[in-house]
């Protein structure tokens, strides 16, 4: 079972960039489907973008074009690159992760990952 470490967050400006950051330790990053998801109160969480061990990656198309999911093997860490970030990107970010030793396919679901980071708040005003 792998433990899941975000950080990141904060506050920037509309039109800015941030990259958050996944800690994985417990386990290697290539073993997992990755994602990021995020969530604002009252609202169920959303799926933003999934990576597999093969490096291939899907995105929500409310971030697709400004966010870059990546992962980094050698340090077993998982990122998201945020760029011309809106107010309504304002949310708690978490990462989360299921094993997938056979398959290229990560959905983007909630329900699919197993573990979950404990999130980081990101705040962006105009």
């Known amino acids: 079972q792998v433990q899941l470490l975000e950080s990141g967050g904060g506050s920037v400006q509309a039109g800015e960039s941030l990259k958050l950051s996944c800690t994985i330790s417990?386990?290697?990053?290539?073993?997992?489907?990755l994602a990021w998801f995020r969530q604002t109160p009252g609202k169920d969480r959303e799926g933003l973008a999934t990576?597999?061990?093969?490096?291939?990656?899907t995105y929500a198309d409310s971030v697709m074009g400004r966010f870059t999911i990546s992962v980094d093997n050698a340090k077993n860490n998982l990122y998201l690159e945020m760029n011309n970030l809106k107010d309504e990107d304002t949310a708690m970010y978490y990462c989360?992760?299921?094993?997938?030793?056979?398959?290229?396919?990560?959905?983007?679901?909630?329900?699919?990952?197993?573990?979950w980071g404990q999130g980081t708040h990101l705040v962006v005003s105009s």
């Open positions: 989360a992760a299921r094993p997938n030793y056979y398959s290229r396919t990560c959905f983007s679901g909630e329900e699919f990952y197993d573990t």
């Open positions: 417990g386990n290697a990053a290539i073993w997992y489907c």
């Open positions: 990576i597999n061990g093969w490096r291939t990656t």
